[in-house]
């Protein structure tokens, strides 16, 4: 099976002002990250840290933060954000598309509605 990138643009928001962003989707990510051009353009402070294990083992911390962002089509969502590094890649998470309620299909590589469920007790 032959993977392929997908990508959506958005708009991130924060305190009166708002950075166009083209987000790598990565389902397999938990939090959105913003690279540091993005977050210090809108002024994002820190509001705890996050340690994640890489790949190879290596381990990281980035802070995190909250923005509102909005996804042409979508409407707009606070989301958790991670305060990436000038290296880090702008990439969309899972948490953030349950919020919207979206999910990416990999087969038509688009976002598209997420089917809720729920379990009754009868």
Known sequence: MIVGLVYVDGV???DGKGVRVRFLV???A??????RG???ELGLKP???VEFVLADGTVIKRAISEA???LPGYGEWHTPV?????EDENLLSVVTLEIFGLVLDPFKRELRPARGL???TH
């Open 12 to 14: 991130v928001k924060h």
């Open 26 to 28: 990565d389902s397999g």
């Open 30 to 35: 938990t939090y959105t990250v913003l690279t």
């Open 38 to 40: 993005v977050w210090e």
């Open 47 to 49: 509001m705890g840290e």
């Open 68 to 70: 509102l962002l909005e």
């Open 82 to 86: 991670l305060l990436g590094e000038s």
């Open 118 to 120: 729920m379990k009754t």
